[in-house]
Antibody, heavy 122, light 113 residues
Framework: QAQLVQSGAEMKEPGASVKLSCKAS????????IHWVRQAPGQSLEWMGR????????RYSQNFQDRVTFTRDTSATTVYMEVISLRSEDTAVYYC???????????????WGQGTMVTVSS | DIVMTQSPDSLAVSLGERATINCKSS????????????LAWYQQKTGQPPKLLIF???SRESGVPDRFSGSGSGTDFTLTISSLQAEDVAVYYC?????????FGQGTKVEIK
């Protein structure tokens, strides 16, 4: 069955960068957009942006577009997110999520990764 | 950005009773070209990722119990749990995927009274 498996927890100092991975399996990787959503402790969900797995086209939330980069490796069926210039407010669980409908831009998220906890602290 | 406001922030309901959660968007989330309502509901249990319950405002995701239902249009949407079960204790989020900048509600915590 379709699933997304994310990389393990990270602990970083302020100012550092982090690169997270999200490996897809059980479906045709290039047919679905992958989005990234983060959740700070005790807070709601915050959309960060998406990458079209087939073309590599990206769209970023205005809140993150200067510090976040999405890439993908089609041979590895893996999507990556790099965040630079980390600050304490970036401490959160980061999720990748797949759109439920292939080859379209707008739909709900039907498959979520398990999440990656990123802690930013000196 | 479209702001999604849920009410209430929390509610306590007796087992077997109805739970109703509201979600209001700051502007319409209906795609006029397709008439599609770009609104979803998720359930998140502690320590788990969100789980899709409802999409297109009223379509139930495969495998979701039929006690969960969604309704609404324009800017006002509702998630109803017709008969609350113990396993429904969770935080529920609405989500709009209409605008290019997607947004979520602040969440509603559902507990057993």
């Amino acid at each position: 069955q379709a699933q997304l498996v994310q990389s393990g927890a990270e602990m970083k100092e302020p100012g550092a960068s982090v690169k997270l991975s999200c490996k897809a399996s059980g479906y045709t990787f290039s047919d679905y957009n992958i989005h990234w959503v983060r959740q700070a402790p005790g807070q709601s969900l915050e959309w960060m942006g998406r990458i079209t797995a087939g073309s590599g086209n990206t769209r970023y939330s205005q809140n993150f577009q200067d510090r976040v980069t999405f890439t993908r490796d089609t041979s590895a069926t893996t999507v990556y997110m790099e965040v630079i210039s980390l600050r304490s407010e970036d401490t959160a669980v980061y999720y990748c999520a797949r759109l439920q409908t292939p080859l379209i831009l707008a739909a709900a998220f039907d498959i979520w990764g398990q999440g990656t906890m990123v802690t930013v602290s000196s | 950005d479209i702001v999604m406001t849920q009410s209430p922030d929390s509610l306590a309901v007796s087992l077997g009773e109805r739970a109703t959660i509201n979600c209001k968007s700051s502007q319409s989330v209906i795609d006029s070209s397709t008439n599609k309502k770009c609104l979803a509901w998720y359930q998140q249990k502690t320590g788990q990722p969100p789980k899709l319950l409802i999409f297109s405002a009223s379509s139930r995701e495969s495998g979701v119990p039929d006690r969960f239902s969604g309704s609404g249009s324009g800017t006002d949407f509702t998630l109803t749990i017709s008969s609350l079960q113990a396993e429904d204790v969770a935080v529920y989020y609405c989500h709009q995927y209409y605008s290019g900048q997607w947004t979520f509600g602040q969440g509603t915590k559902v507990e057993i009274k």
